[in-house]
């Protein structure tokens, strides 16, 4: 079977952080690419996939909270915004 390439573009340093991480534990980011693509070929995404963790779960009830507030200055247009934001 004749072998594909992927092209991607990333931070650098995102690149440089998970690369560091990887190495860690024996992987390049070439091996650990090929293994995720792998899987997700042959098994699909995992059922979790795309699940916000608990921390962005928590922003999320605290802005749906902050949205519910009566007291939240609220603004209709640019200039009413800046004119709250200046008080």
Known sequence: MENGRINTRINSDIKIKAEKYLAEHGLTLSEFVRIAVTTVANNGLPNNWGIPSPEINQSI??????LNDPKLK????????ES???E
């Open 61 to 66: 009830l605290e802005m749906v909270d902050d």
């Open 74 to 81: 609220r603004a209709n247009s640019l200039s009413e915004l």
């Open 84 to 86: 709250l934001l200046n």
